[in-house]
């Protein structure tokens, strides 16, 4: 969990996946974690290409208010935008 990070040129959707089969994973092991938790956590393991992006949605404070789900919808409409994939 801690090592975690997205690989250069790795889709949202790709990350979102691994991202979810671990978290599940630690869940299943007992591990409980907040919402905003999750948030920060997939903010910071985003590669260097989406600084801009983690620098907006950090500085929203609504991180709290944000589910998983809606912050990788988030981060997905962004990478379309960018047609990045």
Known sequence: YELLRMNHGESISDFQKQFTHLINHLVDLGRKFE???????????????????????????????????????????????LHIF
């Open 35 to 81: 919402e905003e938790e999750l948030n920060l956590k997939v903010l910071q393991c985003l590669d260097s290409s989406w600084k801009i992006k983690f620098t907006t949605l950090e500085e929203s404070k609504h991180l709290t208010s944000l589910t998983l789900a809606t912050l990788f919808g988030k981060l997905r409409e962004h990478e379309q935008k």
